[in-house]
């Protein structure tokens, strides 16, 4: 394996980055998790839970969408 010498800019970028992931997928998880919680405190099925995640995956999904249509709608001065 060649050996990589990174300088020291690289290693810092790559620390920040490492440690961004690192929280991102913690709240990621936590959110999840609080999601799970609250169905199941309210006796929800399986069915229901899945229902719920495919829902937030789908909203932000749309929500990408509408913006790159926003952003090339050509009279933006309408829509504010």
Do not use: P, W
């Not at 394996?1 to 810092?12: Q, T, V």
């Not at 006796?43 to 999904?61: D, E, I, R």
Request: proline share 0%.
């Amino acid at each position: 394996m060649k050996n990589l010498d990174l300088n020291h800019r690289e290693k810092k970028v790559f620390g920040l980055h490492f440690s961004y992931s690192i929280i991102e997928g913690m709240l990621f998880g936590i959110f999840v998790l609080n999601e799970f919680v609250f169905i199941k405190s309210l006796n929800g099925s399986n069915v229901q839970l899945a229902v719920l995640f495919q829902f937030t995956v789908s909203v932000l999904l749309f929500s990408v969408l509408i913006q790159e249509l926003i952003k090339r709608f050509s009279k933006r001065r309408i829509l504010t």
